[in-house]
């Protein structure tokens, strides 16, 4: 080239340029950030974050909420974050487990900030980490599938076989086999927390092999709720309660998140300055997660049979108490032993009852 | 037990098959002109993001469908007066539209992320989807454009080997020089092909977003675009051949869940793989002998299939 | 017939490119497309522009992530501008920077106990073998004249990230964090120094070496002549004894693996580990550096700077304008059409 200095003299004078300023703005109480891995229109996680999210803000009257949705988790979170930082946000949260170790990157170069991350288990002074109890959440659901198929046999679309997801398939045969001995839950794996056209023809290959009930662990039921209404299937969500509004026929019910209760604590406590980072982990008797209303086709008997399994979770029932043997007969649970909140990320095989390779 | 694993199969594989056939039509007349769009999967994404979003606002998926169409062929265009009017490279020109699809469908699709569409409606046929072994399935109860498939691969043959209009297309493709020599106009033709191409890449992304799954998200069709260049060759540049392409591969991603419903015992991931696989084994296994059957034309792009 | 091959066109482009006026005008005229399109959405260009240049040049934060951004964006665009030269396209950099990421992190969870000095060099070693496997693979069949490899460098883009995925779900699994898809955290010894705080790692000695190699190779050596009579006529050139097969090759290969080096950086220096996701899209957008560039290395350098900074857009536009990244991709797009819009040309 023969003047590339022009280039650089260019770029340097529009920096000066626009390096003028400032836009004035009011003060907000608080400014927090939040990145989302997709879309909140999914009717699925990312919606259930911006619900709680939401919450919080109606719940903090001058507080500032600024948004990135499909951020990936990559390197590039970190600077979205950073970019939020100086735009004078103080608390962030970093929606998706793959953002984690990014966002603690950048929580260990701002020490004023502080995080709360779900999902994950990284906890560090101005860092926290926050989810539901998914896991035993499941049973009553699985409840309610085990007592409304007809053909025993339900299908489960995961996205990716992380623990988490099989400890979450698992508690669901756990609870529809209590009450259905014959039940199978069939599941397919998409290699995708969010991959539409996998996910439809997950569903169809499911209901293709004689299943009634749909369900899944993926970032939004959407599509394969809607698989399953079409071809007059039932579905249970999970991840949000509004994707009923997807199924007025089929739905059953479903588990979603309900984060604004926590999230405003967070918010609030950042405000004061009694920021506590902590391990957390509560349950539908908590607040943090609630099952959805019953579909219309959903006799009372079994809805009160699920919200008692509910109840006995509240009292501390564990799921998860041995001895329970995996789909190949190997015990993996022994009797006397039960698997905590600490466990729930351990699972690589896949309950008595259940199809499927969990490795 | 093979009897509803067959059927799966068919049945996935007409799903998921019918974009690829008609992607795949689209790009055989185009490179039977003599131009290769590698920018297809930007026309898809174009088409899945305008016809999903034509639906949402308007609450009818055939409009979105026609919509979409239009605007695949509007992209195709725009490539067309790259590569055509201004002798561009055609693969640069061919990513170029890649990137452009993707930007300008996740523009027009961010406002309809999460909108709950109909979609299109499906139609049963009455006689044949009550037999036994296909009641309960999707066979025969399938939406327009998985009807007009096979009969929009018979247009496309007919367009290119019974018209004089397809004459001049693939005269073009084998000797633009010879061509206008003998009194046609190479790059009429050209930009005609390219756009019909690109109706057929419209139409094949509407299906994705407005019939199978009913929803739109940026980058959705992780890579058909790409399958479909490669199942041109797979079916040397012949429509009808590219039937059986398309429900080889849509048959083989249906496959890899099917076998998974059924609990078979391999990791997901290489079942994944299988599709993409497949296809290189079969370019491989026919590559050599498909290059006489290029047009001549393309040659000039891909050094190496000549 | 004459074949319209990729070096013959990167040097066409590069012959105005040396023109810094025309360039300015380009990226000018590209802007201005893009910021019709901005405000046909209703958003406002010009604070879109001033944010982004206030965000990467106004504060040294910005400024070190535009040099981290540009390592596997240089590494990408090498791995295309030197198989360009022989008249090769490779659309691989996506699955030879997976692979490369893959190998890598074989080295890294294989010797953990080794010292930096040594396991780093072993891994950037496996990191090129990797991507130069995967580049091979696609150039062995090119050279057999049996597929092409634009078609095979793009299916194995997708194929790579599911071999790391059935890796990272089974035999590597991390056994702290086994409920999420990713190897083991790397030992300190297996990660990549970064210098002065920031993210800036010396993976930029390695984008920047291979930047100077390929300059070398083809502008200062026997084998750069021999490559671009390659990639001029190559029919000319089998007559005059160049062995074709193995050019095609041994260049493919060394380009899918200067994208594995990429990819070694990435989990090296970025991760930590190994993972789904390492890469947005690095080896597409060296593609099109690569061709803007007009495959002179000054040139790769300051079109790798440009889009850089054209990514920052895109994160600023989601920030402040609410805006999906996705669309930086016009504006990339943009800037090439206009590119390949400039001249026709007039050849037979």
Redesign the interface.
């Known amino acids: 080239?023969?003047?590339?200095n022009?280039?650089v003299v260019?770029?340097?004078l529009?920096?000066l340029v626009?390096?003028s300023p400032a836009y004035a703005q009011d003060k907000p109480a608080l400014i927090v950030g939040a990145i989302y891995i997709?879309?909140?229109?999914?009717?699925g996680y990312n919606?259930s974050m911006k619900d709680g999210l939401e919450e919080m803000k109606a719940n903090i009257p001058g507080l500032k909420l600024?948004e990135?949705?499909?951020?990936?988790?990559?390197?590039?979170c970190?600077?979205?974050m950073?970019?939020?930082i100086?735009?004078g946000a103080k608390l962030i949260f970093p929606t998706s487990?793959?953002h984690m170790?990014f966002a603690l990157n950048v929580a260990r170069r701002h020490r004023d900030v502080f995080f709360y991350h779900p999902g994950g288990?990284k906890v560090e002074q101005n860092f926290g980490n926050f989810y539901g109890k998914t896991q035993t959440a499941w049973f009553p659901i699985g409840i309610a599938a085990g007592r409304m198929t007809k053909t025993n046999k339900i299908?489960f679309v995961v996205g990716?076989?992380?623990?988490?997801a099989l400890g979450n398939v698992n508690a669901f045969q756990l609870g529809a086999r209590s009450v259905n001995p014959k039940v199978q839950t069939?599941?397919?794996?998409?290699?995708s927390w969010?991959?539409?056209?996998?996910?439809?023809?997950?569903a169809?290959?499911?209901l293709?092999?004689?299943c009634d009930i749909l369900t899944m662990h993926v970032d939004s039921p959407?599509?394969i709720i809607?698989a399953a209404e079409?071809?007059g299937a039932m579905s249970i969500g999970f991840q949000s309660i509004e994707s009923r509004?997807?199924a007025p026929k089929g739905w059953i019910t479903g588990l979603g998140f309900t984060w604004g209760k926590f999230m405003t604590e967070v918010a609030k406590s950042v405000i004061n300055g009694t920021f506590k980072p902590g391990f957390v982990r509560q349950g539908i008797d908590e607040g943090m997660m609630a099952v959805a209303p019953f579909g219309p086709s959903v006799p009372a008997d079994v809805q009160k049979q699920v919200l008692d399994a509910v109840d006995k979770l509240a009292k501390g029932f564990n799921p998860f108490t041995g001895p329970i043997k995996d789909n190949e007969g190997i015990v993996r649970i022994k009797e006397g032993e039960v698997w905590g909140n600490d466990k729930?990320?351990?699972f690589?095989w896949y309950a008595e009852g259940i199809?499927?390779?969990a490795? | 037990m093979i009897a509803?694993l067959l059927?799966?199969v068919l049945?996935?594989a007409i799903?998921?098959g019918t974009l690829l056939l008609y992607a795949t039509l689209g790009e055989v007349i185009t490179e039977r002109a003599g131009i290769v769009n590698l920018g297809l999967e930007g026309i898809l994404l174009i088409g899945a993001a305008v016809a999903f979003a034509v639906a949402s606002v308007t609450g009818s998926a055939y409009l979105g469908v026609l919509v979409a169409a239009v605007a695949g062929g509007i992209a195709a265009l725009i490539f067309g007066y790259l590569v055509v009017s201004r002798k561009a490279n055609q693969l640069a020109s061919g990513l170029a539209m890649m990137f452009f699809g993707t930007g300008v469908s996740a523009l027009v699709g961010k406002s309809y992320?999460?909108?709950?569409i109909e979609g299109l409606p499906?139609i049963r046929v009455p006689w044949l989807s009550s037999l036994p072994w296909v009641r309960g399935?999707?066979l025969f109860n399938w939406d327009i454009l998985v009807y007009l498939a096979i009969p929009m691969a018979a247009l496309a043959w007919w367009l290119l080997f019974r018209t004089r209009w397809g004459l001049g297309v693939r005269a073009v493709g084998e000797n633009p020089i010879a061509a206008f020599a003998s009194g046609r106009r190479p790059q009429l033709l050209q930009y005609q092909a390219l756009f019909v191409g690109g109706l057929f890449g419209g139409v094949a992304g509407a299906h994705?977003s407005v019939s199978?799954?009913?929803?739109w998200?940026?980058g959705?069709?992780?890579g058909r675009g790409f399958i479909a260049i490669a199942l041109v060759i797979f079916s040397k540049w012949h429509p009808l051949r590219a039937i059986a392409g398309a429900l080889v591969f849509g048959g083989a991603?249906?496959l890899q869940?099917?076998l998974?419903?059924?609990?078979?015992?391999?990791?997901?991931?290489l079942l994944?793989m299988f599709p993409y696989l497949l296809t290189l084994a079969v370019l491989l296994a026919w590559g050599g002998a498909r290059r006489s059957a290029a047009p001549a034309g393309l040659g000039r792009t891909f050094v190496g299939i000549e | 017939m004459r074949v319209d091959s990729a070096a013959k066109s990167l040097r066409r482009v590069a012959v105005w490119?040396?023109?810094?006026?025309r360039?300015?005008l380009i990226i000018v005229l590209a802007l201005a497309i893009f910021s019709l399109i901005l405000l046909l959405v209703g958003k406002d260009p010009v604070k879109a522009?001033?944010d982004t240049?206030?965000?990467t040049?106004?504060?040294a934060?910005g400024l070190s992530?535009l040099l981290?951004r540009m390592i596997p964006l240089l590494l990408a665009a090498v791995a295309v501008a030197l198989p360009a030269r022989v008249g090769l396209i490779n659309v691989g950099g996506e699955g030879q920077l997976y692979m490369g990421a893959w190998l890598a992190s074989a080295g890294a969870l294989a010797f953990p106990a080794m010292p930096a000095w040594i396991l780093l060099p072993i891994m950037a070693v496996f990191g090129f073998i990797g991507g130069a496997v995967w580049a091979a693979i696609p150039g062995i069949l090119r050279a057999k004249k049996l597929v092409n490899e634009t078609i095979t460098t793009l299916l194995l883009n997708y194929v790579a990230p599911?071999i790391v995925?059935f890796f990272i779900?089974?035999p590597w699994r991390g056994v702290e964090?086994?409920?999420?898809?990713q190897s083991a955290a790397f030992t300190d010894s297996a990660r990549l120094p970064s210098f002065f705080n920031t993210?800036i790692h010396a993976g930029l000695i390695l984008a920047l070496a291979a930047l100077l190699l390929y300059w070398l190779l083809v502008e200062k050596t026997r084998w750069g002549v021999q490559m671009r009579a390659i990639g001029g006529n190559p029919d000319a050139a089998e007559r005059l004894g160049i062995p074709i097969v193995l050019f095609t090759v041994v260049v493919m290969a060394i380009g899918g693996g200067i994208a594995g080096i990429a990819g070694m950086g990435?989990v090296s220096a970025?991760?930590?580990r190994l993972?789904?996701?390492?890469?947005?899209g690095y080896g597409f957008t060296g593609f099109l550096i690569a061709w803007l560039a007009g495959a002179?290395p000054?040139?790769i350098f300051?079109m790798s700077l440009l889009f850089a900074v054209i990514t920052?857009v895109g994160?600023?536009l989601?920030?402040?304008q609410g805006l999906?990244?996705?669309v930086v991709n016009i504006l990339m797009a943009v800037i090439l059409f206009v590119v390949l819009g400039r001249r026709p040309v007039r050849r037979a």
Not at chain 1, 1 to 4: A, E, L, R
Not at chain 1, 194 to 202: G, T, Y
Not at chain 2, 212 to 215: A, E, I, N, S
Not at chain 2, 260 to 269: C, D, I, L, N
């Open positions: 080239m023969k003047n590339p022009l280039i260019f770029l340097v529009a920096a626009s390096l997709g879309s909140v229109n999914d009717y919606r600024i990135a949705e499909n951020v990936p988790e990559t390197a590039e970190e600077r979205v950073e970019n939020m100086q735009q487990f793959g170790d288990y299908g990716q076989p992380i623990g988490y069939i599941v397919v794996v998409t290699n969010s991959d539409k056209a996998k996910e439809a023809a997950a169809n290959a499911l293709d092999q004689g959407a599509v809607q079409s071809r509004r997807l729930m990320g351990n690589d199809v499927g390779k490795k | 509803t059927r799966g049945a996935g799903l998921s992320v999460g909108a709950v499906k399935s999707t994705l199978l799954t009913r929803t998200n940026e959705m069709t992780a991603e249906a869940l099917q998974q419903a059924r609990g078979t015992q391999v990791s997901p991931f994944d | 490119s040396s023109r810094p006026l360039y300015l522009y001033r240049f206030a965000y040049f106004g504060n934060y992530e981290v599911m995925s779900f089974g964090s086994s409920s999420y898809p993210r990435e970025i991760q930590g993972r789904q996701g390492l890469s947005p002179r000054i040139g300051l920052s994160d600023i989601q920030i402040t999906p990244y996705a």
